[in-house]
């Protein structure tokens, strides 16, 4: 199956018309016989090339008391194979001078190697040899443990973080994405969790987006040497059903570190999955509201108008199965309640008066005339196509997504803001020095406390 | 080698993009063009040849306070009203001031950029400034020092970077200034900075991506031509400083629960001709899982959890740092020691052929990169325009690098990287318990 991407041709012909044409690289997509989905393009701009390999396994898949075991497993994954010590295969990685990289993020996995383009034979090769053949080396695993035990004492140093890790247990509870890694946590992961965690990685979970300086017809055969032996064993995991409890009411917790001379403050409530039916007019709001940076109300309001703040933002974070809304700022201690008002008062002007026709407008002006902008790597191409395909999207939507952006109106904004906007039901966390705060924002309501090195749960 | 070479050839030429290309207005404006059609993208930046090292004391921080001002309207345009018709087009753009220059940046479609050329001429010469706003974007300035300093070592850097240089020295002070003194300025002496220094003949415009070079410079001409030259320009400072003949050893106590030591050398402005070995070494040293500190420090003797080392390219004297974060239980000393001994190997044994090798793909790998974006391009064109002293330098550097021998990094590493020459801070945990030290004291002699 062969399809050609010509997003931004098609969006100069019925968009702007003044807009250059691109002309964006054609995909060809198919299947390894052990279920490996393969999409290839050519791209001639620069000698390198770019290998970016999606697993449908993330850290919502680790149990619960053993977070952080995604990380280290993709920590060790380079750390030996059948073939190659831990030391041979970074000299081996350096001398290319390109790098490969693993996360584990939430709910999807993500090698990445980008390599100048006489390397892509090495870079395929070791990419399928980390993911086929870790041998997790006990000595490694002790050396990454004990390093990831000293590290992790210090999250804390980041207020944003540590609001973050407040805020999101708040919401998500005792889930996978509501706990963090900690000590404990840390502690509890054995050797064997590692290897049955890599063991989970298989093909027909997986799909390798390459993208760069090569010809199609020895490039498919690259990865046919690479990965066409990649074996199956078992059966493939399913993810629990985790039940996304409603928030009833508000959710207040101060987090005292008494060093700080400014306050963060960090707010969270449920939002809408990737394919809810309002998610472009949920894009726009956001983007009015918050997401654009000095475009948005709230940079207008907190920082522009009041100079209460370096920077305030609003985001959506859309999941497949959930959604949530976010808005982070920090303020001098004496501000932080006055900033804390600014920002409820923004919110309910939103939901009360809802946006212009003008303020919509230039929200699509912004997403279309922006698309270029985020083509410009292979590495970006990639990682936006894994990332609409994980979430159930085609190819045609990519296309049209920017169609479908532009039909919204101002009554459907308006409307997905009245349904998904909600000061009744979120949580608050606020970090900063308690002495000074604690009288300051005890008028918003009884908070939580607790201490800023503390764990979040137990 | 030869096969590298290729390559290079290959990256300079680039497919889809021109050699970068200048023109000069009558007024004195630097324009500097690179084309790059293969997407619909331009990148515009505006760097002033102005930054915290032209600030004199009393008005420590204005050049970043007044970079904020520069976003707070004009005789057309409305306070952050240019930020919001670059969003409108699709575009971003942001600024930033360093102690040497300072850049205004619009990343964007390329057919808006009329729009960026239009919006940065107008406040080159059509800034307005009103007490109040001053006021305004003081507090945000206040805001953006104390998330700055929020982070226990992202405080202390500051004071370690203060050291490095003597005390009235214009790089002494980095470009967030003094807060006492940014208090004390007054839209008067914002006034003065902007008639001072806000001119074409102290800029250059650096325009990157899918543009044409006639039609970009008809429109500079449209939209800059008429900018008057500000006359007289300021004498640049001077930015000599004596050799540091003793070795300075600052200690420091921290919230961060893991033990830090940075260590910095003194070393040239970015356009002295020990620069390149320098970043080889810097390759050598910190590159990679393989590089010798990482290798050394983390790997072999497991010592640390992080090393690295780099320079920080000035257009005076810089600074080469070294730093590890590391195990509570391993001594300050342990780790000094570790990391002189690596810097005692390379200024007695020099380093290997296959770690030179390495390193200059490393570089390549890095540019080839980097040429995907019009705005990185920009942005390495008008460094080497303003801190290098030559956007052509864009071109050479890959040809400097690759020419660096082992017998130079040898050469600067026994000329900069001397223990007298050394200022060195360690920062240990605060809150370590009496129990907890002899613990650590104990594990430490297993280490």
């Not at chain 1, 194979?81 to 030391?87: C, F, G, K, N, V």
């Not at chain 1, 900690?182 to 799909?207: C, G, H, M, Q, W």
């Not at chain 2, 910095?264 to 970015?270: A, D, I, K, L, T």
Request: net charge negative; with cysteine.
């Amino acid at each position: 199956m062969k399809h050609s991407i010509s997003i931004i041709t098609f969006l100069s012909a019925t968009l702007n018309a003044q807009a250059p044409i691109i002309d964006y690289p054609e995909f060809e997509t198919y299947t390894l016989s052990n279920g490996l989905k393969v999409m290839i393009a050519e791209h001639h701009e620069n000698p390198a090339v770019f290998m970016n390999m999606m697993i449908e396994i993330g850290s919502m898949d680790v149990p619960i008391g053993k977070e952080g075991l995604g990380g280290i497993m993709s920590e060790l994954v380079p750390k030996g194979t059948t073939a190659h010590s831990a030391d041979e295969i970074s000299a081996m990685i350096d001398a290319t001078g390109g790098g490969i990289g693993a996360s584990v993020g939430l709910e999807y996995s993500n090698v990445s190697g980008r390599f100048l383009a006489e390397d892509l034979g090495f870079g395929l090769n070791m990419m399928a040899e980390l993911l086929q053949h870790a041998t997790f080396p006990e000595e490694e695993f002790k050396l990454t443990m004990k390093q990831n035990k000293e590290g992790i004492k210090t999250w804390y140093s980041d207020p944003s973080s540590v609001a973050s890790a407040h805020g999101d247990y708040l919401l998500l509870g005792e889930t996978p994405m509501g706990r963090m890694t900690t000590e404990a946590s840390l502690k509890s992961i054995s050797l064997e969790d590692v290897k049955e965690f890599y063991n989970r990685i298989r093909p027909d979970i997986s799909t390798l987006v390459l993208v760069g300086d090569f010809e199609m017809a020895a490039a498919k055969q690259l990865i046919e040497s690479a990965f066409g032996n990649w074996t199956v064993e078992g059966i493939k995991q399913t993810r629990p059903d985790f039940g996304y409890p409603a928030l009833n009411g508000l959710k207040f917790q101060f987090v005292d570190n008494p060093e700080l001379d400014q306050a963060t403050i960090y707010i969270l409530h449920w939002g809408i999955p990737r394919k809810h039916e309002d998610r472009y007019a949920i894009r726009l709001a956001n983007y009015i509201f918050g997401g654009g940076a000095f475009s948005s109300r709230l940079m207008e309001v907190v920082r522009g108008e009041g100079g209460k703040t370096y920077g305030v933002g609003s985001w959506i974070a859309s999941r497949k199965d959930y959604g949530a809304f976010g808005i982070r700022t920090s303020t001098r201690n004496p501000e932080v309640y006055n900033t804390y008002q600014l920002i409820m008062g923004e919110i309910k002007r939103l939901r009360q008066e809802g946006v212009t026709e003008e303020e919509l407008r230039k929200a699509k002006s912004f997403y279309t005339g922006s698309q270029p902008l985020s083509l410009e790597s292979p590495g970006a191409i990639a990682g936006n196509i894994l990332s609409a395909l994980y979430y159930g999207f085609t190819i045609e939507d990519l296309e049209t997504s920017l169609i479908r952006l532009n039909a919204v109106t101002l009554e459907e904004v308006n409307d997905a803001i009245r349904e998904h906007y909600d000061e009744e039901n979120m949580v608050l966390v606020i970090v900063g020095k308690g002495e000074e705060i604690k009288p300051l924002i005890a008028p918003i309501g009884t908070f939580d406390e607790s201490f800023y090195k503390d764990d979040v749960h137990d | 080698m030869k096969k590298l070479l290729q390559i290079s050839l290959l990256f300079i030429v680039g497919l889809g993009a021109s050699e970068p290309t200048h023109f000069v207005l009558d007024n004195g404006l630097k324009v500097i063009v690179l084309e790059k059609h293969t997407i619909p993208v331009a990148a515009v930046q505006v760097w002033y040849d102005v930054g915290s090292h032209d600030e004199w004391d009393g008005i420590r921080g204005t050049a970043h306070l007044f970079e904020h001002m520069m976003f707070r309207g004009s005789e057309n345009i409305a306070p952050e009203e240019h930020a919001r018709l670059i969003n409108e087009v699709g575009g971003y753009n942001n600024a930033f001031t360093s102690d040497d220059v300072t850049v205004y940046h619009e990343r964007l479609p390329a057919g808006e950029l009329e729009l960026a050329l239009r919006l940065e001429a107008e406040r080159m010469h059509l800034l307005k400034m009103s007490d109040e706003i001053l006021a305004t974007e003081r507090e945000v300035v206040h805001e953006e020092y104390r998330q700055s300093t929020s982070n226990p070592i992202g405080k202390l850097f500051l004071k370690f970077r203060g050291k490095m240089y003597p005390e009235d020295h214009p790089y002494a002070v980095t470009p967030i200034g003094i807060m006492d003194q940014l208090d004390t300025i007054s839209v008067k002496t914002c006034q003065t900075f902007y008639d001072l220094y806000y001119g074409p003949e102290n800029a250059t415009l650096v325009i990157a991506g899918d543009v044409d070079l006639e039609n970009t410079r008809t429109l500079v001409e449209k939209y800059f031509g008429a900018v008057r030259p500000l006359g007289t320009l300021p004498k640049n400072p001077n930015l000599s400083v004596p050799e540091q003949t003793e070795k300075v050893v600052l200690n420091e106590k921290s919230s961060f629960d893991l033990p830090v030591t940075m260590m910095g050398f003194r070393v040239p402005g970015s356009a002295h001709d020990d620069i390149a070995a320098l970043d080889v070494l810097s390759y050598i040293l910190s590159n990679g899982e393989s590089s010798r500190l990482n290798q050394t420090l983390v790997r072999d003797k497991q010592l640390a959890l992080g090393a690295g080392g780099f320079p920080m390219a000035m257009k005076g004297p810089g600074i080469f740092i070294y730093f590890s974060f590391y195990f509570p239980q391993v001594s300050s000393s342990k780790i000094e020691n570790a990391i002189m001994d690596i810097i005692e190997d390379v200024r007695i044994n020099g380093v290997t052929t296959s770690e030179l090798t390495k390193a200059r793909k490393q570089m390549l790998a890095g540019k080839v990169f980097e040429r995907y974006s019009a705005n990185s391009l920009a942005n390495s064109l008008g460094n080497a325009e303003l801190i290098m002293g030559d956007y052509r330098e864009f071109n050479r550097e890959i040809d400097r690098f690759n020419a660096v021998t082992a017998e130079d990094v040898k050469r600067v590493a026994n000329t900069y990287f001397v223990e007298e020459k050394m200022t060195i801070m360690h920062i240990a945990p605060e809150d370590l318990s009496f129990l907890k030290k002899c613990m650590f004291w104990i594990a430490g002699l297993f280490m």
